[in-house]
């Protein structure tokens, strides 16, 4: 299964149910602007280059807005979101990058989306795609937690399921367990910690540090 199909399709719909204007998780997108953000990661190269380079990211930041705001009618955000929907053209790279780039990528937007505007019941997902998910989690964990893990520790468990992320501290009281469904650990460790539906269990000063987490990546 290319889980980054389905995931898409899902993003597609919520962009549809959302309508121009609708906020959403990202700090400053609205959702055309997300849609935006999508369209030029696959369609532009200099926009994408934007998105890892710091010295071109001003520019891409620029682009994503003023596409997005270009798009606020009806139907320049349905075109937008067709393209969204249809994905990369054949000559981008991202065409045939599949579930390791992709997956994850569309399927936080997605939540961006349907969680803009307040909370919704999670989704229920296979359990494939949850294995999947937790494959690319446990690989990414230590990377997106750096900064926590260079004084304290952490461990991912979801149900069936747990990983240690980095070494184990010296100190007890600086360990943490973050616990929630796969999705849920997913949105928090991309940075959508006060939409995420996660639990913190630890030393009081460890869980505290953690939920003044205001990380966006």
Same mark, same amino acid.
């Given at each position: 299964?290319?889980?980054?199909?389905?995931?898409?399709?899902?993003?597609?719909?919520?962009?549809?149910?959302?309508?121009?204007?609708?906020?959403?998780?990202?700090?400053?997108?609205?959702?055309?602007?997300?849609?935006?953000?999508?369209?030029?990661?696959?369609?532009?190269?200099?926009?994408?280059?934007?998105?890892?380079?710091?010295?071109?990211?001003? /520019?891409?930041?620029?682009?994503?807005?003023?596409?997005?705001?270009?798009?606020?009618?009806?139907?320049?955000?349905?075109?937008?979101?067709?393209?969204? &929907?249809?994905?990369?053209?054949?000559?981008?790279?991202? /065409?045939?990058?599949?579930?390791?780039?992709?997956?994850?990528?569309?399927?936080?937007?997605?939540?961006?989306?349907?969680?803009?505007?307040?909370?919704?019941?999670? &989704?229920?997902?296979?359990?494939?795609?949850?294995?999947?998910?937790?494959?690319?989690?446990? &690989?990414?964990?230590?990377?997106?937690?750096?900064?926590?893990?260079?004084?304290?520790?952490?461990?991912?468990?979801?149900?069936?399921?747990?990983?240690?992320?980095?070494?184990?501290?010296?100190?007890?009281?600086?360990?943490?367990?973050?616990?929630?469904?796969?999705?849920?650990?997913?949105?928090?460790?991309?940075?959508?910690?006060?939409?995420?539906?996660?639990?913190?269990?630890?030393?009081?000063?460890?869980?505290?540090?953690?939920?003044?987490?205001?990380? /966006?990546?």
């Amino acid at each position: 299964m290319s889980w980054h199909r389905s995931e898409r399709a899902v993003l597609a719909d919520a962009l549809t149910a959302a309508g121009p204007g609708t906020p959403t998780l990202c700090e400053g997108w609205r959702a055309e602007h997300l849609a935006a953000h999508v369209v030029l990661r696959e369609r532009s190269l200099l926009a994408a280059a934007g998105i890892a380079l710091p010295p071109l990211t001003a /520019r891409t930041s620029r682009l994503t807005l003023k596409t997005g705001d270009a798009a606020t009618d009806p139907a320049g955000f349905a075109a937008l979101v067709t393209q969204v &929907r249809q994905g990369p053209p054949a000559w981008s790279p991202l /065409r045939w990058a599949g579930d390791l780039v992709q997956h994850v990528e569309l399927f936080v937007h997605a939540e961006d989306v349907r969680r803009g505007a307040g909370p919704v019941p999670a &989704r229920t997902l296979p359990a494939a795609q949850e294995d999947a998910l937790w494959r690319a989690l446990t &690989r990414s964990a230590r990377l997106l937690y750096r900064d926590w893990l260079r004084t304290h520790g952490l461990v991912l468990a979801a149900p069936g399921r747990t990983a240690r992320v980095g070494r184990r501290p010296l100190d007890p009281d600086a360990d943490l367990v973050l616990r929630g469904s796969v999705g849920e650990l997913v949105l928090h460790a991309y940075g959508r910690t006060s939409a995420a539906d996660v639990t913190l269990e630890g030393a009081p000063p460890a869980v505290a540090q953690m939920q003044a987490d205001v990380r /966006r990546v």
